[in-house]
């Protein structure tokens, strides 16, 4: 079974209102019907969790930490485990990532 962590991000990421519904079949968006087809495809099976702090991730200049999916990631040191995001890496002049999230206009 893989993992898969996001943060909620319309119309990436959705939890669907419908509040009956269980596991992975709680969860719509663009993001959510790609992973859908790719499983299918390739034949593997997931689980979809939303992060607890609902951030992608950032690291805190004074701890040094990271927060979010990042810190999920960090934390689970899994092989198996990975991540839907909505984002695009930018460098800044240090070249650094910054990761801002990414919507539809």
């Known amino acids: 079974m893989t993992d898969f962590n996001s943060s909620q991000e319309k119309p990436y990421v959705m939890l669907k209102s419908d509040k009956n ?3 992975n079949s709680r969860y719509e968006g663009f993001c959510i019907d790609l992973l ?5 495809l390739v034949g593997f099976q997931y689980t979809i969790s939303i992060v607890k702090d609902g951030k992608y991730g950032v690291e805190d200049p004074d701890t040094k930490q990271w927060n979010g999916i990042v810190r999920e990631l960090i ?9 839907l995001m909505g984002f695009v890496f930018r460098l800044s002049p240090t070249s650094s990532p ?3 999230n990414t919507t539809l206009r």
Do not use: I, P, R
């Open 21 to 23: 519904l269980t596991g």
């Open 36 to 40: 859908k087809d790719v499983a299918n």
């Open 75 to 83: 934390d689970g040191a899994s092989c198996d485990q990975y991540s």
């Open 98 to 100: 910054l990761y801002t």
